[in-house]
């Protein structure tokens, strides 16, 4: 998706634009309607910078059918300098920090003397943010950015729902429901064991899918071969970024051979409303020949009679028994992907393999 942005400022730059461009509205025709968007503060220069509170900035959508605004779900995550969304944060708009936003909450195009009633959003730059898919033929919607220290969020839909764990202690075991799925969190490694996709009837949860996330590494120290898993894995600690559109989660992990302690992961996991974004790292050091490395999904029974699909293989039916298939996988720049469907629902995996030296 293609995004790009125009700048709108007060009644008398209006008068520059006055023969340039229309004053009608162009209508929507963007269909993303599972896809965030995600701009950096830098793209809003005049914003940017540390002087701008987040807590002023609102987006919104036009509907030129009823010639009204309606305030959509935002968020503003901010992020350091080392590129953490958990350091220390000022309240204010950098150019490190991360608008986010879903591309199906996009609007019409607003005519340029068309603003939401808010004077003190006049005061200020307004931006138009728009949004075009090259692959449908260059389909558009829109968004606008406004400043106001008087408008307010509340009503504003939240699509995401954090449910922290009922005994503290078990700080590891939460769960977050986006539109689509919930996903819960095993006590002892942080690392999820729990998948649900909800009926698209009624909202409800169905069955709980996952059986397993199965991890599998091999070492070779010297003469002797290490196997670590899922169950070597220990949370020393979670930390949670929560808002309507996005929940960032990022669990501190221990990897622990008998006594000792191997070395530690960090596994960083976004929530989206209808998907989930996974990445992490395990250091290895140079002396330590890695041999495999295998993160799968295990279904639960549940989920037998589902179909399995990737670009080499499919239908290939889900039935516990071992199956003879491609297994030819592809490394960056190249996208692999794979999807399970049935009469549950579908889940499909977009996998990037990045092999360094």
């Known amino acids: 998706m ?17 023969l340039s461009r229309p004053g009608q509205a162009q209508i929507a025709d963007l269909q993303r309607p599972y896809e ?23 987006l919104f959508a036009y509907d030129a059918a009823t010639q009204s605004w309606r305030q959509v779900p935002m968020q503003i995550d901010e992020v350091d300098s080392t590129g953490s969304f958990f350091g220390a944060s000022d309240g204010l708009l950098d150019d490190n920090d991360q608008i986010v936003f879903m591309a199906s909450d996009a609007g019409d195009r607003a005519p340029f003397n068309d603003w939401i009633d ?68 095993n006590v002892a490694t942080g690392l999820p064991d729990y998948l649900s996709i909800f009926d698209a009837t009624n909202g409800t949860i169905t069955h709980d899918l996952m059986d397993l996330l199965k991890v599998r590494i091999q070492t070779k120290f010297f003469l002797f071969t290490i196997d670590i898993t899922e169950s070597n894995f220990h949370a020393l600690n979670v930390k949670v970024k929560a808002g309507p559109v996005r929940i ?7 990897v622990r ?4 302690v191997f070395d530690t992961a960090q596994v960083l996991i976004k929530f989206y409303p209808h998907s989930i974004i996974l990445s992490g790292n395990l250091r290895f050091t140079a002396g330590l020949g890695l041999q495999l490395v295998r993160v799968s999904l295990d279904l639960d029974t549940t989920a037998t009679g ?15 028994q071992q199956d003879t ?3 030819t996988i592809l490394v960056h720049p190249q996208l692999n992907w ?9 889940i499909i995996k977009i996998i990037r393999i990045n092999l360094d030296s």
């Open 2 to 18: 293609h995004v790009t942005i125009f700048r709108w400022i007060g009644a008398l730059a209006l008068c520059v634009f006055f």
């Open 36 to 58: 965030p968007v995600i701009i950096n503060g830098s793209a809003f220069p005049e914003l940017s910078g540390d002087h701008v509170p987040v807590n002023e900035l609102f």
């Open 118 to 185: 808010d004077a003190d959003a006049r005061l200020y730059t307004r931006f138009e943010i728009g949004l075009s898919d090259p692959l449908s033929g260059g389909a558009q919607a829109y968004l606008y950015l406004y400043r106001s220290a008087t408008l307010t969020r509340d009503g504003v839909t939240s699509y995401m729902q954090y449910i922290p764990p009922a005994d503290t202690t078990q700080f590891a075991a939460d769960t977050i429901k986006g539109l689509s799925y919930a996903e819960g969190h």
């Open 248 to 254: 960032i989660r990022e669990v501190a992990d221990e």
């Open 257 to 260: 051979l008998e006594t000792s």
């Open 306 to 320: 589902m179909a399995f699909y990737n670009p080499n293989n499919g239908p290939v039916t889900v039935d516990a």
């Open 325 to 327: 298939i491609d297994k």
């Open 338 to 346: 794979d999807m399970v469907t049935g009469d549950l629902g579908s």
